[in-house]
């Protein structure tokens, strides 16, 4: 079984208008709402690609009531737990110049509504698959995903799509996988990163530090993979980049796509790059048609 946990979900308001002028009335040309939060999306891009899962986390309120009846539509299990705040709206404006966004802040979190949460995980079973995405509420610890991957059963395995402490922590409990973009290395590590040997470097020190594999997404360079059995890189196939909102976590998704169709490590890696690509090229997260269209186009390449 695949389940993902969002500890942070949001109703996404995407927006789009041809000008947003700073301080005046701004009409939008078009807008429309999406359940969000990164666990949220794989689970929607897993169903895309033929698998189901389970997604698990926090929802409150009128848009939390919103996330669960949207994904009954999709056909996604969920199970969440419900929190006595509302669930927060996410707002991602784009205009002819630019792409923006303004983060809510999430809901409270209870020490009885984690409990709840970690009882849930207990379910989980040697081989399953957890995917464990996004940032952590303000009333949470950074350090809960660690605490999570050290409390479960031993032969699940987890993927984490986080950033900052909380991902430094949650290498600390030995994932299969991390997926960090550059700009979230150079966070981290508190460095610049120059070119693709800094990137290296630096995710390396992320397999010394427990991870089992890494991959980097570095938007239209590409991606890598580091893993115990090699260094490799992926190319980005052509294609117009229409909406980024969601890219990183399609990637996550046909990565573990690719883990339980039985794929290797590298055709999942090479899976994942084709479900990232697609959703970029996209309004919406990716179907399975457009990832076996791209398939063809990229090349995975062992670097060392």
Known sequence: MIYTLTLNPSVDLIISLERFIEGRVNLSDNEYKLPGGKGINVSQVMKNLGHDSMALGFIGGFTGKFIGDELKKKQVESDFVEVTGDTRINIKMKDSAAESEINGNSPEISKENLEELLEKLKELKKDDILVMSGSVPKTLPESIYREILESIETGVKVVVDTKGEALAEAVKGKPFMVKPNNHELEDMFDVKIEDQEDIIKYGKKLVEMGAENVIVSMAGNGALLISQEGIYFGNVPKGTLINSVGAGDSLVGGFTAGLVE????????????????????????CTVEEVEELLGEIKIRKIY
């Open 262 to 285: 039985g794929l290797t490590i590298t055709e999942s890696f090479k899976k994942g790059i084709a479900s990232g690509s697609a959703s970029a090229f996209s309004e919406n997260l």
